[in-house]
């Protein structure tokens, strides 16, 4: 079971706050259990792993059945809440080589993330002269980026089958019932799936949102609801040894000592893109009212070359949450080499894990040493269990760190004001005042 250690912690903090902020965890448990706090309409991911629509759960496999046995790649539209988790559980099960690899599975490209033109002309040429099929999705239904992709690859689709086959390959997962994308489905009799009103995007990976795109790819997703229905039990129960208390009270507590930013850190490549959904989780969710952590992320030993010397002696602003992953599932050792021209065999045979497990020691001790906090969240694998774990444990403790802060974990106002202005300058009906105050800005 994933668990959380806090290294030497009594340099940071006075030894008694843990036991001085238990009032107020317990308070924020009660809020997120009983649905209480600010934003408690956003609270349905807290029973999802138990509560989860099994109907739904079943149609989804099956439509994953149906794309692997008719399609030779998936492309999976939609931003931030409706884009990282299941790029991340992709990523972090399959390989961010997935596309690249031999295997009986469609490839997934993850695209209307952006507006970069280049990028997308890149995925509508990859999928030219294969077999795909579209999952498109977004909550709000009205998100530019993911339905100015959309059109692109709607319009590819019918161009290749017709209007008719097109149809029963595109995959729409949206609102129940509002929003233009749910209207646009209903009226071409797309299958869709269900983004639950009560469940942000940040929080969404365990819905259709994430589990279509990732039961594509192969993964086990029965296995990844498994392992955050254990975390959910566990984090119902709560308390002091509860995983998800400690992580957020050692971040809480570190924060209001005046540290400003939070590094999350992993020595597995595979997993950059579920620290890019942690950061999103976690920055959406706090950083409003002028308060929270600012979450950043890097991969080591990679970082180390280029961060690390920040982290090492820059200004000391940040903590460092270390998330392990276990053993490889490869153990490659290092090869001996009678010659030794590169003085390296004093670690021939090796298995390359007992070397990353030396530089992890060694970073932790050196960024403790040198004045960076360090909480470590030990996973007990790479498996979709250990996922399911983890995710539903960043999600359990934000919600609860949320709360300490006193801010409502479920919002997201300051996403709106980009927008404004870019339909504004875009000239989109409704903004046309605005268009005008922008512009003069723009050209003074
Ligand atoms: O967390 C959020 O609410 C956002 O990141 C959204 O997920 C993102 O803006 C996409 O929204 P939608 O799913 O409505 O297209």
Known sequence: MLDVKLFEMQSFLPPSYEEDLLPRLKDAQEKLQTGTGAGSDFTGWVHLPRDYDKEEFARIQAAAKKIQSDSQALVVIGIGGSYLGARG???????????????????????????????????????????????????????????????????????????????????????????????????????????????????????????????????DIEALMRGAAQMMDVCAEGGPACPAWRYAAARYALYAAGRSVEILACYDPAFRFMSEWWKQLYGESEGKEGKGLFPASVDFTADLHSMGQYIQQGQRL?????????????????????????????????????????????????????????????????????????????EYACGLSGYLLEVNPFDQPGVEAYKKNMFALLGKPGYEGRKAELEAKLNK
């Open 318 to 394: 940040m903590l460092e949450t270390v998330v392990r992953l276990g053993a490889s599932a490869r153990q490659l050792c290092v090869p001996r080499d009678e010659d030794d021209g590169d003085g390296l065999n004093f670690l021939a045979g090796a298995s390359m894990d007992f070397i990353r497990d030396r530089a992890m020691e060694g970073t932790l001790l050196a960024h403790h040493e040198g004045g960076v906090p360090n909480l470590i969240v030990e996973a007990d694998g790479k498996t979709p269990e250990d996922l399911g774990q983890l995710i539903y444990f960043f």
């Open 89 to 219: 559980v992709v990523d972090c099960l399959c390989s961010p080589n997935y596309n690249l690899k031999k295997k009986d599975t469609p490839n997934v490209y993850f695209i209307g993330n952006g507006l970069s033109a280049d990028a997308m002309g890149e995925v509508l040429d990859l999928v030219a002269d294969v077999d795909f099929s579209v999952n498109v999705i977004s909550k709000s239904g009205t998100t530019t980026e993911p339905a100015v992709a959309f059109r692109f690859f709607r319009e590819a689709l019918e161009k290749k089958y017709g209007r008719e086959e097109a149809g029963r390959r595109i995959y729409a997962t949206t609102d129940k019932a509002r929003g233009a994308l749910k209207s646009l489905a209903d009226s071409q009799g797309w299958e869709t799936f269900v983004v639950p009103d009560d469940v942000g995007g940040r929080y969404s990976v365990l819905t259709a949102v994430g589990l279509l795109p990732i039961a594509v790819a192969g993964v």
